[in-house]
């Protein structure tokens, strides 16, 4: 299974930090957000990453290589400007292959096992779902059964974490440039082709300096 990163942000939120340097070389602890990933995913058993860019997107490239130092084996997809989530992903696809594929977003930080991602999905997505933080209470989706939905009131409404396995097949009537991925989630839904599970590890959406500091604190308890 193929991984994509996702590397394009600007990361307005993270100013000055990210005047000079892509978000996902900010440092929590002294290493770069995107380090943890590409270690995780190492130890995971994954072999090729694909990383897009666009802020700073040189920088990532020149610090990261072709991945050999973590026993990885990276390529980039650049983009001349940002595609969004769903413009970028399918900008990558012919870098993906035809299987299923897992995308974690750059700037998280999280010590779930990625391991557990490395099996055939039923549908055309699998979302990783956390507990509704404090910056985003309403949460995304409910998850029931296994089972993720738009709205309602069935299960229970979770917020999603960055970390999916996505089919190809959900970007059939895609055309290139910037989109959204949250409407093809929403579509699949309703077809019942979304599955989704509850997270219940450590996570972080290092969107400001203060959530820099939290997973900060988070690394310096785990020593």
């Not at 666009?54 to 973590?70: N, P």
């Not at 999280?110 to 039923?122: M, N």
């Amino acid at each position: 299974m193929k991984v994509m990163i996702l590397a394009a942000g600007k990361g307005e939120r993270m100013r000055p930090l990210t005047l000079h340097t892509p978000k996902p070389l900010i440092r929590a602890a002294g290493t770069p957000l995107i380090d943890y990933h590409l270690r995780a995913l190492a130890i995971a058993g994954f072999k090729d990453v694909v990383i897009n860019h666009a802020w700073l997107g040189q920088q990532i490239e020149d610090y990261l290589g072709d991945g050999s130092r973590y026993g990885l084996h990276i390529v980039y997809s650049p983009e001349g400007e940002p595609l969004e989530t769903g413009g970028g992903i399918f900008h990558a696809l012919p870098l993906l292959g035809e299987e299923p594929f897992l995308v974690i977003n750059g700037d998280i930080w999280t010590d779930y096992d990625f391991a557990s991602l490395r099996r055939p999905i039923s549908g055309l997505a699998h979302l990783v779902m956390v507990d509704n933080p404090a910056h985003h209470p309403s949460g995304d989706f409910n998850l029931l059964d296994g089972q993720l939905h738009d709205g309602g009131t069935v299960g229970e409404k979770l917020t999603y974490s960055g970390i999916s396995v996505l089919h190809p097949k959900l970007f059939a009537a895609c055309t290139a440039g910037a989109f959204k991925i949250a409407p093809l989630w929403r579509e699949a839904m309703a077809q019942g082709r979304v599955s989704g599970e509850h997270m219940r590890g450590h996570w972080v959406d290092v969107g400001t300096l203060d959530r820099l500091a939290q997973v900060e604190q988070l690394l310096k308890e785990r020593q």
